[in-house]
């Protein structure tokens, strides 16, 4: 069973920069396929971006052009680099399997924007 481990969250101030990493237990763990997804206050879970075989990558419109997803198959990791931050992009950002059956969800890590 695959243990997903987030981690660089921490308060910003907008039009900060934060980077997010996403660590996987299991050595046979693949980048491809995966993706990072937000839970803002009082709302759904939702994909804001993920990655496919080839490095494709594809992002929620809300985060087009600010965030970019990444991967180490070696390192068993993915990335959320995130710039330009806004007060909407506040929330618990967890990374998981973008279609499919998931991976028992981490703990997040929670992103704080401020204006």
């Known amino acids: 069973q695959v243990q997903l481990v987030e981690s660089g969250g921490g308060l910003v101030q907008a039009g900060g920069s934060l980077r997010l990493s996403c660590a996987a237990s299991?050595?046979?763990?693949?980048?491809?396929?995966m993706a990072w997804y937000r839970q803002a206050p009082g709302k759904q879970r939702e994909m804001v971006a993920g990655i496919t075989s080839g490095g494709r990558t594809n992002y929620a419109d809300s985060v087009k052009g600010r965030f970019t997803i990444s991967g180490d198959n070696a390192k068993k990791t993915v990335y959320l680099q995130m710039n330009s931050l806004k007060p909407e992009d506040t929330g618990v950002y967890y990374c998981?399997?973008?279609?499919?059956?998931?991976?028992?969800w981490g703990q997040g890590t929670q992103v704080t924007v401020s204006s």
């Open positions: 299991r050595s046979s763990f693949s980048i491809n396929y």
């Open positions: 998981n399997k973008a279609a499919g059956p998931v991976y028992p």
